[in-house]
């Protein structure tokens, strides 16, 4: 499996290198002067223009434009106590995840939907180990121990569907003002839930790109839908928040299944906020997530990370 994705990835940037929009995150709580749990996220997506020769997925919706996109994961979970030699069975045990996804997108200036299906893998193969461990030297910080309790090899697949809307930009004096809100549900081996979420933006110039939010881990790649290249230099400023029901997050669940102490995940409810810098086919993009975690049982806890993430359009 492992070997499948790492092909995809190769075939990816060879094929899309001088086409269409692209992303690249890379997300790190280090940023935030953190380093547990969800610590480390790396995600590339690929969108085509809107006259995408690729069939119709989604034929049943009556939208003119018509975009497809693929995306591959990368993310990196730990414990908080990474000098502990024996398995803490009170807190997240080691993991890694890597993923792809497929995505189908009908789209008009206000509304967008989109389908969505992802195979990936938790475990060994991700690399995640050899992926921290390198960091942390390359920062000059101690190797974490305890990798060799990570959860085990297991392949993952999972499918989701997202509707969004954004309003007209307001004209207030030199600025703009728009509001984008999204209904999101995964349902999979991985995570099953439901996202509500809504972004406002203050921008330099009138923005036509959707301001999702995203999941609070994976790509946001909905946000590259309508992304246009700018002819000077603009900018924008947005705030946004969402509400995530989960019924299944199988980190967790699956340590509970061996026997750690911790109680299944109820809810996430969280804020982001970010600054984007327009140049040419350019975007650069500082931000920082912030959620809390609430726990069947009614333990909760906070958690935070930093991002950045780089979008070019090939014309």
């Known amino acids: 499996m492992f070997s499948i994705l790492k092909k995809s990835m190769v075939l990816a940037c060879a094929t899309f290198a001088y086409a269409d929009t692209m992303s690249l995150v890379l997300e790190n709580d280090a940023l935030v002067g953190k ?3 969800y610590t480390n996220g790396m995600y590339y997506t690929w969108m085509s223009e809107k006259d995408t020769s690729f069939p119709d997925l989604l034929p049943f919706i009556d939208l003119e434009q018509k975009n497809v996109a693929f995306s591959l994961s990368h993310a990196i979970f730990t414990p908080e106590d990474k000098k502990r030699d024996t398995r803490n069975l009170d807190d997240l045990p080691y993991a890694g995840y890597m993923g792809v996804s497929l995505l189908a997108y009908k789209s008009s200036e206000h509304f967008f939907h989109e389908a969505g299906v992802n195979v990936g893998m ?3 193969s991700t690399h995640a180990e050899d992926l921290q461990k390198g960091f942390h030297s390359l920062i000059g910080h101690s190797k974490p121990k305890g990798w060799e309790y990570q959860l085990d090899d297991e392949f993952m697949y999972g499918a989701s569907y997202q509707v969004g809307y954004k309003t007209t930009p307001w004209s ?3 600025v703009y003002l728009d509001f984008t809100t999204h209904v999101r549900g995964d349902a999979g081996r991985f995570y099953t839930g439901g996202l509500l979420g809504g972004t406002l933006r203050l921008s330099s110039t009138p923005m036509k790109s959707f301001a999702t939010i995203g ?4 790509g946001n790649e909905s946000a590259l839908l309508n ?3 700018k002819k000077s230099f603009e900018w924008a400023l947005s705030l946004g928040a969402f509400y995530n029901a989960v ?3 199988y980190l967790i669940d699956e340590a509970i299944d061996q026997g750690y102490r911790l109680k299944k995940m109820d809810a996430l409810v969280g804020e982001k906020l970010s600054l984007d810098l327009f140049y040419d086919e350019m975007q650069l993009s500082f931000y920082l997530k912030s959620v809390d975690i609430d726990y069947k049982g009614g333990r909760s806890s906070r958690e935070q990370t930093g991002g950045m993430n780089l979008v070019w359009k090939w014309n």
Do not use: K
């Open 227 to 229: 992304y246009e290249a």
């Open 247 to 249: 019924e299944r997050y």
């Open 35 to 37: 380093d547990q749990h």
């Open 172 to 174: 207030l004096s030199d």
């Open 215 to 218: 999941n609070y881990i994976g």
């Open 122 to 124: 938790v475990g060994p």
